[in-house]
Nanobody, 124 residues
Framework: QVQLVESGGGLVQAGGSLRLSCAAS????????MGWFRQAPGKEREFVAG????????YYPESMKGRFTISRDNALSTVLLQMNSLQPKDTAIYYC?????????????????WGQGTQVSVSS
């Protein structure tokens, strides 16, 4: 099974940027589609972005398009999330997740492995 460790979170002012990183180990990275999710206090977990095994396909909900970009480096077993124009509403714990299934999906219940998360806080 794969182990996932996120990094790159922190406190940023509104309008700023952060780049999150998720390092995978313990299994062949290209066995997995990868996703980023977030959960704010008192709210349900929310899909942020997904990327296919090859990195050729990405998937964003409409609310995330244009500000967030997911990418992966299969040689380094790493998936990244570039976040621009951050707003206080983006404050949450961000998690990366790995899915062995064949399709790139937004349903967190389909993902098999999760990291511990990294806190992102955006001040106004």
């Amino acid at each position: 099974q794969v182990q996932l460790v996120e990094s790159g979170g922190g406190l940023v002012q509104a309008g700023g940027s952060l780049r999150l990183s998720c390092a995978a180990s313990g299994d062949t990275f290209t066995n997995y589609n990868m996703g980023w999710f977030r959960q704010a206090p008192g709210k349900e977990r929310e899909f942020v972005a997904g990327i296919s095994r090859s990195g050729l396909r990405t998937y964003y909900p409409e609310s995330m398009k244009g500000r967030f970009t997911i990418s992966r480096d299969n040689a380094l077993s790493t998936v990244l999330l570039q976040m621009n124009s951050l707003q206080p509403k983006d404050t949450a714990i961000y998690y990366c997740a790995a899915d062995v299934g064949p399709l790139l999906v937004a349903d967190g219940g389909k993902y098999d492995y999760w990291g511990q998360g990294t806190q992102v806080s955006v001040s106004s």
